[in-house]
């Protein structure tokens, strides 16, 4: 049963014609729309029979011709949730019939056992969503909220054409069942990932990243012969970075107007990486790849899942989310084609360790035959130091610079790695290593994810999560923390004497603030730089951590030169999966795949993981090149 209206026809059978005004569907999920208030009141448990009978997720919501004015409801609702939830915004969606209440305090909102939502419905009709207010204020969530609420009419018919495609059958002919896998990028590099999974029926995109270290190739095989955007069933990302989702927007311009897949907090970051690709594009004179047109299309055709949730795509792919341990909000993808037919695990970026923020990547599934991995840090000598000796290594160099009155500057990316170094400072604090007045202050992109950070605390790991929730500690929110918003702040912090911690973007010291406020600390002996991400060949920051003397800056069309005396050193801690924890990965996989291929990582490092794999486990392995197939089934 995978047509249409024989799914209709099925719900149908169970209900009574005149309980249904409407049928639409949300992707793969089925909304019954119901002008009888009693029969949307009442009789939810004969819903959940249907969806036991037909294994389809169905949802029961009133006619929008029977809901409550939205003035009298904006009341109402008020007055239920009480002030103590603190609402800061309300969305009615009204041909969806669905209210999004932002509060700030989602438990209380939501009431005992869900009690207030269930008040709101009896008095309303409305359906109520509640979520959460970022803790710290983010413009970008406010304006990727915005064009949702302002497109939610072309929203319901995307999202209704999204579910034909999933239910209404097979557009191609199916002969004999096979499934292939196309490396379009990041086979044997770090950059550009993009892979095409084609069946008989269905042509999904995983990921659709750019190579943003400058190299000279930065965009994915799109001219492979096998790609054809006006082909393309679903793309789905991963997790934000630019090499994952930097050339998403790209697909729009030429035409896509197919599904995107990710997590909230993916949609989120990614909107502000791509803005953020727009905007140094043009400071730099060139034409940006895309455009903001081009980035809302995105936003307008995102569909976000939580980890775990299973969901249809096509006919006969379906996938599911697992958390990845890499940024807030990545997936690893688990991928089952056609009924049972073949089970495939895309890991992306993983990393097997609990981190400061985040949980390792899961390793139970149901079923797996192909394992898709990366291999960042996959040759044998890649090994991290352990966590501890970071820390301590930390202390040391901050009191050291502290105490000859100096001030550290720490250039860092702005997802991810710029939110584990505020919570590994959180934590030295709270343990009393370093003193709680100690300023820190952020400055460039960095402070606009860690805004996105508040807004889902459910993504992090338990521990910071139980420090949020339980004891209304949330380390992003430490009174000593400060943001640098303009140029006249960045130039007062920088002439004040006294010493303090910076964290500021870019990381490899390639633009942003990092690279002004090193301009003006180098030459004094008393400050620190220390590096926290990987230096690419050609950066300043690799150059000055290579033994660079002096730095040349432009100052308008004069140069001027900075020696550089600051202290130099590095801290070792990554997003990534390092060579004993992927062989460990591997290792707790459950079940074993039967086939492993490696990529996104450079040559050397894809054929040494792939070789070792191979001999540990006696698994079939392959580092496939780039436009490589390979026929998994
Ligand atoms: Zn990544």
Redesign the pocket.
């Known amino acids: 049963m995978n047509v249409l209206s024989e799914i209709i026809d099925e719900i149908m059978k169970h209900l009574s014609k005149e309980d249904v005004s409407d049928v639409a569907f949300e992707g793969a999920n089925i909304v019954l729309y119901t002008k009888k208030k009693k029969f949307f009141l009442e009789d939810q448990g004969r819903i959940r029979e249907v969806v036991n009978l037909i294994k389809k997720r169905i949802e029961l919501r009133p006619d929008p011709k029977i809901i409550m004015d939205e003035d009298e409801a904006e009341e109402r609702i008020k007055a239920i949730i009480g002030k103590e939830a603190a609402v800061s915004q309300m969305f009615f969606e009204h041909e969806r019939s669905i209210v999004t209440i932002e509060v700030e305090k989602p438990g209380i909102a939501i009431g005992k056992r869900g009690e207030n939502l269930q008040q709101i419905k009896e008095e309303t009709l409305w359906v109520p969503v509640v979520k959460r207010t970022p803790a710290i204020r983010s413009e970008i969530i406010e304006s990727i909220r915005a064009v949702l609420y302002e497109n939610s009419d072309y929203r319901r018919k995307f999202l209704h054409k999204t579910g034909e495609r999933i239910y209404n059958g097979w557009l191609r002919q199916k002969k004999e069942e096979w499934i292939r896998i196309t490396y379009l990028g990041s086979a044997r590099q770090v950059g550009r990932s993009a892979i095409l999974i084609q069946t008989p029926e269905s042509r999904v995109l995983l990921d659709c990243g750019l190579d943003p270290s400058g190299g000279p190739n930065p965009y994915p095989f799109l001219e492979a012969p096998e790609f054809r955007i006006n082909e393309l069933d679903a793309v789905i990302v991963s997790?934000a970075?630019l090499?994952?989702s930097g050339f998403v927007p790209y697909l729009y311009k030429f035409g896509y107007r197919g599904p995107v897949y990710c997590t909230a907090p993916t949609r989120d970051i990614m909107s502000l990486l791509h803005l953020d690709t727009v905007k140094i594009a043009r400071n730099e004179g060139q034409e940006p790849i895309y455009t903001s047109d081009e980035i809302k299309e995105v936003v307008k055709h995102t569909v976000t899942l939580d980890f775990e949730e299973v969901t249809d795509v096509t006919p006969d792919v379906r996938i599911t989310f697992h958390n990845s341990g890499?940024?807030l909000g990545?997936a690893m993808v688990h991928i089952h084609i056609g009924n049972g037919l073949h089970n495939i695990l895309y890991t992306a970026?993983l990393k097997y360790a609990k981190t400061q923020l985040l949980s390792p990547a899961a390793t139970q599934f149901p079923r797996l035959e192909t394992l898709m991995i990366e291999a960042t840090y996959g040759g044998r000598d890649n090994v991290l130091p352990p966590y501890k000796e970071q820390d301590e290594f930390l202390v040391d160099l901050i009191l050291r610079t502290i105490k000859r009155g100096g001030k550290v500057l720490i250039p860092t990316l702005g997802s991810g790695r710029g939110q584990e170094i505020i919570v590994m400072l959180e934590e030295l604090i709270r343990k009393k290593k370093l003193k709680e007045d100690i300023p820190i202050y952020i400055d460039g992109m960095v402070w606009d994810i860690t805004a996105i950070y508040t807004a889902y605390p459910e993504f992090l790991n338990s521990t910071v999560r139980s420090q949020i929730f339980h004891k209304d500690n949330n380390p992003f929110l430490m009174p000593n923390i400060h943001r640098v918003g303009s140029q006249k702040e960045r130039q007062e912090l920088i002439e004040e004497g006294a010493p303090c911690i910076i964290l500021a973007t870019s990381g490899m010291l390639v633009g942003g603030p990092s690279v002004q406020y090193l301009r003006e600390l180098a030459d004094n002996p008393d400050n620190s730089l220390i590096f926290s991400c990987y230096q690419a060949e050609g950066s300043l920051g690799k150059m000055i951590k290579d033994g660079l003397s002096e730095v040349n800056f432009k100052n308008g069309s004069k140069m001027h030169t900075v020696p550089v005396k600051l202290e130099v050193a590095k801290i070792e801690i990554s997003?990534h999966a390092d060579r004993r924890e992927l062989m460990n990965f591997v290792k707790r996989l459950n079940p074993k795949p039967r086939k492993v291929l490696i990529n996104h990582g450079e040559q050397s490092r894809c054929l040494d993981l792939a070789r070792s794999i191979h001999q540990q486990f006696r698994i079939e392995t392959l580092a496939p090149r780039n436009l490589d197939a390979i026929r998994v089934r």
Do not use: E, K, R, V
């Open positions: 997790h970075h090499d994952h890499h940024i990545s970026d997003g």
